[in-house]
């Protein structure tokens, strides 16, 4: 877990470093630097990384994303793999993220570019209560009927009529007050 932080303080580094001086917050002297690190030996990814950091040119990137901007972390690391700057796998070892999040990202980078990581998601509409089958279910309903009946005559699930009821996307017909009766 160690080396993984390590790898992720060097990109994060490095980023900072390509950014320009104005976003470095500190600067190390070399004579500063561990005597453990002097004598480790860099994984494959980071020989990878410090190389696309030199050549690859970015051009929508922001100037630094947040610790909690993923989409930008997706972005930037599938483009990484995408232009054979890094595999996969390093992504996966060096920040310590699940493979398959990994490939979707990259997957996404293929398909939709650097725009697809900052779309709004899709969703999927009413399959079943459609605006044409919800206004049929308010007249069956104002007209008498029950909930079992107009789901049967309109082939829906009892079910779902009753939580669009719940939710009030079908509107029931409200209830007829009866007058108090006097005494």
């Given at each position: 877990?160690?080396?993984?932080?390590r790898?992720a303080?060097?990109?994060?580094?490095?980023?900072?470093?390509?950014l320009?001086?104005r976003?470095?917050?500190?600067?190390?002297?070399?004579?500063s630097?561990?005597k453990?690190?002097?004598?480790?030996?860099?994984?494959?990814a980071?020989?990878?990384?410090?190389?696309?950091?030199?050549?690859?040119?970015v051009?929508a990137?922001?100037?630094?994303?947040?610790?909690?901007?993923?989409?930008?972390?997706?972005?930037?690391?599938?483009?990484?793999?995408?232009?054979?700057?890094?595999?996969?796998?390093?992504?996966i070892?060096?920040?310590?993220?699940?493979?398959?999040?990994?490939?979707?990202?990259?997957?996404?980078?293929?398909?939709?570019?650097t725009?697809?990581?900052?779309?709004?998601r899709?969703?999927?509409?009413?399959?079943?209560?459609?605006?044409?089958?919800?206004?049929?279910?308010?007249e069956?309903?104002?007209?008498g009927?029950?909930?079992a009946?107009v789901?049967?005559?309109?082939?829906?699930?009892?079910?779902?009529?009753?939580?669009?009821i719940?939710a009030?996307?079908?509107?029931?017909?409200?209830?007829?007050?009866?007058?108090?009766?006097?005494r």
């Open positions: 877990m160690r080396s993984h932080r790898y303080l060097v990109l994060f580094a490095l980023t900072l470093n390509s320009g001086p976003f470095c917050t500190a600067q190390v002297p070399a004579n630097i561990s453990d690190t002097q004598d480790a030996r860099p994984e494959p980071i020989p990878a990384i410090i190389k696309a950091f030199e050549t690859f040119e051009v990137m922001p100037a630094a994303h947040g610790e909690k901007d993923i989409a930008t972390f997706r972005m930037i690391t599938s483009q990484f793999c995408v232009s054979g700057y890094a595999r996969q796998s390093d992504i070892r060096a920040f310590g993220v699940t493979s398959i999040s990994v490939k979707r990202s990259v997957k996404l980078y293929r398909e939709k570019g725009k697809g990581f900052y779309l709004p899709m969703t999927r509409g009413a399959a079943v209560l459609t605006a044409s089958v919800v206004a049929r279910s308010e069956l309903l104002a007209a009927g029950g909930e009946e789901a049967e005559t309109l082939g829906l699930k009892l079910n779902t009529l009753q939580k669009a719940r009030g996307r079908v509107r029931r017909p409200a209830k007829k007050k009866s007058p108090p009766q006097r």
